[in-house]
């Protein structure tokens, strides 16, 4: 069935309408948008992550979407034209999207949204980033004059949550976070003015999704700027860092480059120009993070032990079956992700080689992800007192950085990381990329297995976005179901099957954002999907253009576990992990 409507771009124009011609069910923003009328929204997201709920997309509570209705039987009503969706009774209906009225109640409505922001520009954690709200509020009349400011009592922000640093008076009650949300963890408490936002830190993995879509900064990571500028200007340190695979995709966005530019030697020239002492490219780390969880693939597939294996180098993921599915958690591979084998191997074998005591060593790094700060915390991730990863900083805090710096990253010129701990192959690039890990294993395990090097190193069939994606992997004379999940929302059917003993897969890969990490809590702002894809096929051009595309070739990981001896190589790549036991509440 369709409907068809006729849309009125603007009452006071006369030449300004268009017929439209839709399946029934269709929203009045769908018949719009194909219709090519402007309808504004606020509240609305684009689109929702792949294999998760259908439109709409939003909450109905900004307002700005409002537009009038008149029925074939002359009926006028003001609707939302984001939630409101046509069926045969709207057949033949007029819709005016603009109008003199319309603007005005646009108006009001982008008023009570202002009212409910602090609007402090000057000290927003948003900085240069593009603030949407006020790209929005500009289009508008707004009449403030006429309210008591501020409208709200100021808030101190909450600083409860390990992670995100949560300006309650900054909120404008969007509930574009509430959708985000893979684990219903945010809430809204109160009504009316009173409403307020509250994230249930017993439920929050840290994943950092709802600081993406926030439009007003009301939810932001907590910033580790201050801490590293103090090491940095420290005499007595030595400050490292080192830069996660998706980061060099994405950071040339807030310097007007398309997503998925890699910017790699820019950054370590930049780096150095920031005052770090050493460069380290966390590619080296994910290759060894690969031949470690290759190794152990292997070993379980030998010995038939908590197969499936899983993957763990998201750490919002390893909180997430920490706290949901702790039954499970023997099948998480024991390798720690490669930002800590990075912090743990540069304290205790790199500063040794390079004669520096480690206790010296400040390890920043840069990471596309909330959750790796909550990582960087975690307390297995020391020896004692002496952290793996002392800061962590999102790609939207360096580029603060950055900018405060004067540095136009483009303009840079290009250098390469410091030596002993950087050499990574294009299966360590791809690890920023949704499959990149399990893809990246493949390579490895089939040589270890047949003893021969895959002879096609791109395993297209575990590719692409579909929200759970599943392959068949011819291994020698045997083959193995693997898997490849992102998205928090698409994990549970996949768990559910290997809690009842009815999964079929030996290997699977998850990662708790849309995307993988190119699509992490700490990129630039934005849910789209399309950019997300244009950094992926960043990484994977790189990888294809690598001279090494296999992470058991990488020389400096060779070496490295060579020198460490199993148990020391052990006791700093590996970790258990465990239920959850909520500090707030105690209970699991
Ligand atoms: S960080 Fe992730 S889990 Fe926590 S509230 Fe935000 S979206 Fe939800
Ligand atoms: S925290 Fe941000 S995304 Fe969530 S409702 Fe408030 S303004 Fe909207
Ligand atoms: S997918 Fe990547 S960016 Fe997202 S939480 Fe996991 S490790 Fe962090």
Redesign the pocket.
Known sequence: MTVTVSLVRDDRVRTGRVTVTVPENSTIKQAADLGGVDCPTFCALPEMPPGSAEPPYTSGSCGLCTVDLQLACGRTSSVCACRYRLTSAEDGAVITVHSARLDSTRDANATLLALRHRASCITCPLGSEPCELRTMLAGHDLGLERYPHPYLAPEPPDVS?P??DVQRDNCVLCRR?ER????G??QFVGRGRDTSLL?DPD?????????QVCPAAA?VERPAIRQVREALADPDTVVTVQVAPAVRVAVGEAFGLAPGTNLIGHLCGALRRLGFDAVFDTDFAADLTIVEEAAELVDRLGTGHALPMITSCCP?WIRYVETFWPDLLPHLSTCKSPQQMLGAVTKNWWAQQVGIDPDRVVNVAVMPC?AKKLEARREEMADGPRRHVDHVLTTRELIRMLKASGLHLPDVPEETPTPMLSEGSGAGTIFGATGGVLEAAVRTVHTLVTGTELADPDVHAVRGTAGVRAATIGLGGRTVEVAVVHGLHNVPPVLQQIREGSSPYAFIEVMACPGGCVGG?GQPHGFDMAVRRQRAEGLFSTDAASPSRRSHENKEVATLRAALGDDERHRLLHTRYRATVTPHTGRL
């Open positions: 949550n992670v995100l976070c985000i949300c893979p684990v963890a945010i994230i439920r929050c993995v840290s994943c950092g999704q709802c600081t939810i919002a909330t809590g």
